[in-house]
């Protein structure tokens, strides 16, 4: 099993800054893309950035340019600084880990895709 573990949420004030944090735990062999999502309230969850094994990054349209994401593959773990708040950006952020492990002695790998239990963010005006 492998758990997701979030912190950093909070209430924030437009124009100010927040740091996300997302720890995996569990039987972990490595993790591939690592992410971040949120779901606003009375609308669907949606992409807030993403990044791979290698550093590549992802952004959704409404965080390019005021978001960050990071990661540190030697503590499992997943950043999102998130610069210039806006009360829009009110919403549960939900961690998104895709883990790969070892199933036998050959060498076979499984990858399966968990999602923490989410952080609330509020930003006033």
């Known amino acids: 099993q492998v758990q997701l573990l979030e912190s950093g949420g909070g209430l924030g004030q437009a124009g100010g800054s927040l740091t996300l944090s997302c720890e995996a735990s569990?039987?972990?062999?490595?993790?591939?893309?690592m992410g971040w999502y949120r779901q606003r309230p009375g609308e669907e969850r949606e992409l807030a950035a993403t990044?791979?094994?290698?550093?590549?990054?992802n952004y959704g349209d409404s965080v390019k340019g005021r978001f960050t994401i990071s990661r540190d593959n030697v503590k499992n773990t997943v950043y999102l600084q998130m610069n210039s708040l806006k009360p829009e950006d009110t919403a549960v952020y939900y961690c998104?880990?895709?883990?790969?492990?070892?199933?036998?002695?050959?060498?076979?790998?499984?990858?399966?895709?968990?999602w923490g239990k989410g952080t609330l963010v509020t930003v006033s005006s």
């Open positions: 990044i791979s094994s290698d550093g590549n990054t």
């Open positions: 569990g039987r972990i062999s490595s993790i591939r893309a």
């Open positions: 998104n880990a895709e883990v790969q492990w070892v199933v036998n002695v050959e060498g076979a790998t499984a990858t399966r895709n968990y």
